[in-house]
């Protein structure tokens, strides 16, 4: 059995890979949708890239192995995720198209930035999840790094409606974000499935009132594609992520995002990396490996709890099992009351007040 110290390094390494392989897969899709906006509007080419996710996440569930060790969604769970479709898939994506009508393009991609600083605001202040110090430094390095991979030169107009617009988009995401942790303990494609469906159909149903533009067959197809890996692959990973590191630390993670994109732009769009793409890359490297190396520890209390996700056999988990089984595996399970000391992060077992960081 693995120590609480080895478990969980292993968690925060694997859930950092999960988080960084979700942030390069939908900063993919910024330079591809470039390619395909001249023919189709915002909302329509959202729409079918969500309804793409889904669809691929469909096709895949059933040959997924580890899918079977995964906690279905079950009925308890339908006004979590309702929530998550209206809040991700409804409430921000029209007020981003209307607040950025009344802003200019910088000011837009500046104030969209938001989205990170809220959802940690939210899973701190709310949600009970802990940054140190040196991780708030990490996280600062990481947003910083995206406000100035945003800033160029051009004239900053925004209204107050504006500003209140995109700002209420960004707030939108932060309690889609957050809600979407309380579901990483269920099976991370099932989840990404009903989201992406959700809200595929919300902008579809939006994008057909308005008579939006939509891609011509062939751009349709390869839009549908996209979306089967920048948004159905990247947003179960990104669940997989937030279950082992929480919803604070993902979004620093996934922030990394536009300068992932911007990377490759390079060679689908032909562009040129400058001085602020490179010093966007020295900044989110240095918070990625902050929040990599940061080692949290304290003794802490873990209440009696009783729940359902994947797990393997450690110290959270040392129950007793009829026969032989195969780990990882899902199954309702009871945690007793325990006390004990060891590094760890704001995952599913480690919500838990802190009198002061460490």
């Not at 709310?126 to 991979?149: Q, T």
């Not at 617009?165 to 942790?181: F, K, T, Y």
């Not at 080692?295 to 359902?308: G, P, Q, S």
Request: proline share 6%; net charge negative; charged share 15%.
């Amino acid at each position: 059995m693995p120590s609480p110290t080895e478990s969980t390094r292993s968690a925060v390494i694997r859930g950092a890979v999960a988080g960084l392989i979700a942030a390069a897969l939908f900063g993919a899709s910024a330079p591809l949708a470039k390619v395909l906006l001249p023919n189709a509007s915002p909302l329509a080419l959202a729409a079918v890239f969500y309804l793409g996710g889904g669809l691929a996440l469909t096709l895949v569930h059933p040959f997924m192995r580890s899918s079977d060790a995964e906690a279905p969604l079950r009925r308890a769970d339908l006004p979590m995720v309702l929530a998550t479709i209206a809040f991700g898939g409804m409430v921000g994506p029209v007020l981003m198209l209307i607040g950025l009508g009344r802003v200019s393009a910088v000011a837009g991609s500046l104030l969209l930035n938001l989205e990170g600083p809220l959802t940690i605001l939210l899973a701190v202040a709310v949600f009970r999840e802990h940054l140190g110090r040196r991780e708030l430094g990490g996280v600062a390095g990481i947003l910083g790094g995206a406000a100035l991979l945003t800033w160029g030169p051009g004239e900053l107009h925004a209204d107050p409606l504006g500003i209140a617009l995109l700002a209420g988009a960004c707030a939108s995401w932060a309690i889609d974000n957050n809600l979407s942790q309380k579901l990483s303990a269920r099976d991370p494609i099932a989840v990404a499935r009903a989201k992406t469906l959700g809200a595929g159909s919300c902008m579809l149903v939006l994008a057909l009132l308005t008579r939006q533009a939509f891609p011509p067959p062939l751009q349709l197809a390869g839009a549908l594609a996209i979306g089967g890996l920048s948004y159905g692959a990247s947003i179960a990973l990104h669940l997989r992520a937030m279950r082992t590191l929480g919803a604070a630390r993902q979004a620093a993670l996934f922030a990394t995002a536009p300068f992932i994109g911007a990377l490759l732009a390079v060679p689908i769009a032909g562009e040129r990396l400058g001085i602020a793409e490179i010093t966007t890359g020295v900044l989110m490297a240095g918070g990625v490996a902050i929040l990599l190396r940061e080692r949290h520890a304290h003794e802490h209390v873990h209440e009696a709890l009783e729940h359902d996700h994947a797990h393997e056999h450690d110290d959270h988990h040392a129950h007793a099992h009829e026969g032989e089984v195969t780990e990882p595996h899902s199954h309702v399970h009871a945690h007793v009351a325990l006390t004990h000391d060891h590094p760890h992060v704001s995952d599913l077992h480690h919500r838990h007040d802190h009198a002061q960081d460490s």
